[in-house]
């Protein structure tokens, strides 16, 4: 068990540019999660998907999309990138009922020039 | 408002102590849950706890335990015989059931450091 992945650990973008963050899980969670942790804070829901073909949005969904064509992947895409987006992104997974025992990644370290 | 309120920035314990982390929580819903996460230096985010609002007694999870006072709001984590692992950064969070979609809402959170 992989439990949750991410791709890629770090990543540098100019401003304007686009790009997907990738998040596998294969533990059969229907639930998943994107965060973002910005430096010295807590994390912020962004958007989350309760299964295939469900998405919704979190707390700050603004500059980005997400889909999720499969219960395994939950693809988070920034389309024009900006400096504000600057964060570590963690995506997360549960299941059902004990939706509060989320597994997290390891985070995706974006930093926007 | 703020929904989750940590107001350590930094813990000290010596090794073997007990600390207590606090956490204050704000909302208007019934049903809720409160939570606690571990994340070290490595940076991944580790579950420790979980309280649901109905629950009448306090959580534990082996060292972990949630002081629940429902009254004041306040969720706070004790952490028994302090070992030099538990040196991370601790969030606590809260889900409101009645905004569903199981958003967290997260803490700034406390670091600890466990002194030997």
């Known amino acids: 068990n992989a439990g949750v992945t991410q791709t890629p650990k770090f990543r540098i973008l100019k401003i304007g540019q686009s790009m997907t963050l990738q998040c596998t899980q294969d533990?059969?969670?229907?639930?998943m999660y994107w965060y973002r942790q910005d430096p010295g804070m807590g994390l912020k829901l962004i958007y989350y998907s309760v299964g295939a073909g469900i998405t919704d949005k979190g707390e700050v969904p603004n500059g980005y999309n997400v889909s999720r064509s499969t219960t395994e992947d939950f693809p988070l895409r920034l389309e024009l990138a900006a400096p504000s987006q600057t964060s570590v992104y963690f995506c997360?997974?549960?299941?059902?009922?004990?939706?509060?025992?989320?597994?997290f990644g390891p985070g995706t370290r974006l930093t926007v020039t | 408002a703020q929904k989750i309120t940590q107001t350590q920035p930094g813990m000290f314990v010596q090794e073997k102590e007990a600390v207590t982390l606090d956490c204050t929580y704000d909302t208007s819903d019934q049903s809720y849950g409160l939570f606690w996460y571990k994340q070290p230096s490595s940076g991944e985010m580790i579950f420790l706890i979980y309280?649901?609002?109905?629950?009448?007694q306090n959580a534990t999870e082996g060292r972990y335990s949630l002081n629940f006072q429902k009254a004041r709001k306040s969720a706070n984590l004790v952490i028994s015989a302090s070992q030099l692992g538990d040196s991370a950064m601790y969030f606590c969070a809260m889900r409101e059931v009645q905004t569903g979609a199981n958003n967290l809402f997260f803490g700034t959170g406390t670091r600890l450091t466990v002194i030997p």
């Open positions: 533990m059969n969670h229907n639930y």
């Open positions: 309280q649901g609002s109905y629950d009448e």
């Open positions: 997360a997974s549960s299941y059902g009922d004990r939706a509060y025992e989320q597994y």
